[in-house]
């Protein structure tokens, strides 16, 4: 089984709003990823976790907070967004880092 | 500067007819390499993947691709196109960062187009 589970699927938010992505595995995999996609494009790496523990951040705006309560769960809060940060937002989990990753569905994400 | 070029944006083949679709990577060490599928809406999907070994990898869905060392080429075929195989095709290569860890870098995808 190489299921990611990813909620919401769908997601619409105000500026002013918080909000949270959750992403879960139960592959017993120990690195773990966030990423954005916009339209026609690549996805973008966001954030790593490795072990539970933050290993890569993309200089990514503080409006984003990533979260790895456990080695299963990845969250990713939001708040304060733009309307450019409306896109895709995509979890993978892989074994170890630079291993296979495997992707969730995506929560597809518009800020108004 | 590591890197992974799709030369093809966009493809559009007849259904039945066969397909190669290309991808050309810049890595120093030997590159763990992989192609995912994305439909529309949809997360990427692993079709296939090159660590080590024999240079002609089977996937799913009937695609295979070939590790060529000298061409730093890395390209994905399938002898007969279905029209559901429609989609986004992504090549990437994974990236040692020292102390870090690893993350995909990916090519800018080749959209395929299938015809009746």
């Known amino acids: 089984d190489t299921e990611v589970t990813q909620t919401p699927k769908h997601l619409v938010m105000g500026m002013t709003n918080k909000k949270s992505l959750k992403c879960e595995q139960h592959?017993?995999?120990?690195?773990m990823y966030w990423y954005k996609q916009k339209a026609k494009k690549p996805p973008e790496l966001m954030f790593v976790?490795?072990?539970?523990?933050?290993?890569i951040n993309e200089s990514v705006p503080s409006r984003f907070s990533p979260e790895c309560p456990n080695s299963s769960l990845l969250n990713l809060h939001l708040h304060a967004l733009q309307p450019e940060d409306s896109a895709l937002y995509l979890c993978?989990?892989?074994?170890?880092?630079?291993?296979?990753?495997?992707f969730g569905p995506g929560t597809r994400l518009l800020v108004l | 500067a590591q890197s992974v070029t799709q030369p093809d944006i966009h493809i559009t083949v007849s259904e039945g007819a066969s397909l190669e679709l290309r991808c050309n990577y810049s890595?120093?060490?030997?590159?763990?390499l992989f192609w995912y599928v994305q439909s529309p809406g949809q997360g990427l999907q692993l079709l296939l993947k090159?660590?080590?070994?024999?240079?002609l990898v089977q996937g799913i869905k009937g695609f295979e691709a070939e590790f060529k060392r000298s061409q730093s080429s890395f390209n994905l075929r399938k002898p007969s196109v279905h029209w559901s195989d429609a989609a986004e095709y992504f090549c990437?290569?994974?990236?040692?960062?020292?102390?870090?860890?690893?993350?995909?870098?990916f090519g800018q995808g080749t959209e395929l187009s299938v015809k009746p």
């Open positions: 993978a989990s892989s074994r170890l880092s630079m291993e296979t990753q495997y």
């Open positions: 592959m017993g995999h120990r690195a």
């Open positions: 976790y490795s072990y539970e523990k933050l290993s």
């Open positions: 890595y120093g060490a030997t590159p763990y």
């Open positions: 090159y660590f080590s070994g024999d240079t």
């Open positions: 990437a290569v994974a990236l040692s960062v020292y102390n870090q860890g690893g993350k995909l870098i």
